[in-house]
């Protein structure tokens, strides 16, 4: 009894810490659940299937086309029998069957080219994938760095809190004594009150820092989530001295997806040039088909009877005396035919009927509206266009390189200022607690020392946090990924 009592609570246990840990989110996990997850992404993905389909499609125009069709009804009235060619008035019921084959055997690389172009495109779609997914990832990197922010601010203004509660009542202590006047405790006592809103506040932020990470992965708003907190000083980051803006530039342009998607969409767009142009020539293709007919008439013969003489209309001359000339008047009986033999002689009629066809086909465009000439000029300008989008996005990508450089370098300078001011606040807040202790200084000095040293330490987290997520924009350039 004892054992299955402790089996139950190791695996009570082995389930709380298998729950606590799903809980858990490190920037890797957000970056890697928000590439997959991100709708962006998705949409992008979905985009790339579409793109292989075409690839894919274009590449079966190789093989020769296959069709089979087939017509079954019936006729009335004057119709053509299909079995010999013949009008009749009878009603008939009718199958017609072939089968027919056409390859495209010359066509200036049109095919070639749209083949060329569509795996062009489906390459620069997978690259388009990269692209959103490094894109959620900088916005995941950066919304999960100023969560981390909001947490250090919040415990920030926790410490700060309970020291002034903890001021608070040793002031009390003295004025209940009569060691202090009153309006000490009462100035601490608003301090406390304004801590407070300050700390209430700084948890409100870090919940809603946290809600808008979780938009970006596309959790829920009410799922359980928690963030693993490093230590900011731990998280590694390049030596800032080391790194040469026009190096990392090179290094992006290898490495980054935006660049590879636009050189991709170029060639697809000059593939494409190609083909629109195999398009105002001749086209050369051959074709064969097999055919059949089957047709059988509702009413079938039973026989001839005589049905007496009629006059022909026609006379022969006795004497003086015109005599009418008659003939015989037979009719041909008929009977409907039932229904289990309206597929009688099927198989000998298909036979007899089969025929079989080959040949060439040749396509000249003379004209069609300017249509073909209007597809070459915009294929031409849609070379144009996609050439100028390299070139904006690689004046961008440098921007954007050296922009970062500068801003890490700006805010490394900021980072070791406030610590310095951080350092010197700190000393200042000492000395200022040990005069007040003594009842040498007054409380309102004391309280500007505390928030010089509380600001200190704020402005002092918010220059390492940003000087850490610039760092790491950086190492994202040099294609390092995204990592604390």
């Not at 299937?49 to 017509?71: F, R, V, W």
């Not at 010999?84 to 010359?106: A, D, G, I, K």
């Not at 301090?191 to 938009?215: C, E, F, G, N, P």
């Not at 009719?331 to 033999?341: A, I, T």
Request: glycine letters at 6%; proline letters at 3%; hydrophobic letters at 40%.
């Amino acid at each position: 009894m004892k054992l299955s009592f402790l089996l139950c609570l190791l695996v009570l246990s082995a389930q709380i810490t298998t729950h606590a840990q799903d809980q858990k989110w490190d920037l890797q996990r957000c970056i890697e659940y928000g590439m997959k997850n991100n709708i962006s992404v998705r949409q992008a993905n979905i985009q790339a299937d579409l793109s292989k389909i075409n690839y894919e499609q274009s590449q079966l125009q190789a093989i020769p086309s296959l069709s089979y069709g087939m017509s079954h009804g019936f006729s009335f009235g004057r119709t053509l029998d299909r079995t010999t060619n013949v009008y009749t008035s009878r009603s008939s019921m009718f199958e017609q069957l072939n089968l027919q084959s056409n390859v495209l055997l010359f066509n200036f690389g049109n095919r070639k080219n749209v083949e060329a172009a569509n795996q062009f495109t489906w390459e620069a779609d997978k690259a388009a994938i990269e692209k959103a997914a490094n894109d959620i990832g900088l916005n995941i990197a950066s919304q999960y760095l100023r969560s981390l922010l909001s947490f250090e601010q919040t415990e920030i203004s926790r410490v700060v809190l309970e020291q002034t509660k903890s001021q608070y009542l040793n002031t009390r202590k003295l004025v209940d004594a009569g060691s202090l006047p009153e309006l000490n405790a009462a100035e601490l006592e608003a301090t406390v009150a304004r801590d407070s809103a300050t700390y209430v506040q700084a948890l409100s932020q870090a919940a809603l820092d946290k809600l808008s990470l979780k938009a970006l992965l596309n959790l829920p708003a009410d799922q359980p989530f928690e963030l693993v907190i490093p230590p900011v000083e731990l998280i590694p980051v390049d030596n800032i001295l080391e790194i040469v803006p026009d190096a990392v530039y090179q290094t992006a342009l290898q490495s980054q997806p935006q660049i590879r998607l636009n050189d991709l969409r170029t060639t697809a767009a000059e593939k494409n040039l190609l083909a629109v142009k195999a398009g105002m020539k001749p086209t050369l293709s051959a074709f064969g088909q097999l055919s059949t007919n089957f047709n059988q008439f509702l009413k079938k013969s039973t026989g001839v009877s005589y049905l007496g003489e009629q006059n022909t209309g026609a006379y022969i001359k006795q004497g003086t005396t015109q005599l009418p000339v008659y003939s015989p008047n037979f009719g041909v009986n008929f009977e409907p035919r039932k229904l289990g033999n309206y597929f009688e002689g099927y198989s000998k009629q298909l036979r007899d009927q089969f025929g079989q066809g080959i040949g060439l086909s040749l396509n000249v465009p003379i004209f069609n509206g300017g249509q073909a000439r209007s597809n070459v000029q915009r294929a031409s300008l849609d070379v144009k266009r996609n050439n100028l989008a390299i070139e904006r996005d690689k004046l961008q990508l440098k921007q954007d390189v050296y922009t970062a450089y500068y801003s890490a370098t700006g805010a490394f300078q900021v980072y070791l200022a406030r610590q310095k001011a951080l350092s010197t606040a700190a000393r200042s807040f000492e000395l200022a607690t040990k005069r007040y202790e003594l009842g040498v200084m007054q409380t309102i000095e004391w309280l500007t020392n505390q928030n010089n040293y509380t600001r200190a330490k704020i402005d002092k987290a918010v220059s390492q946090y940003e000087f850490v997520f610039r760092m790491k924009v950086l190492e994202f350039y040099k294609g390092q990924g995204l990592k604390l």
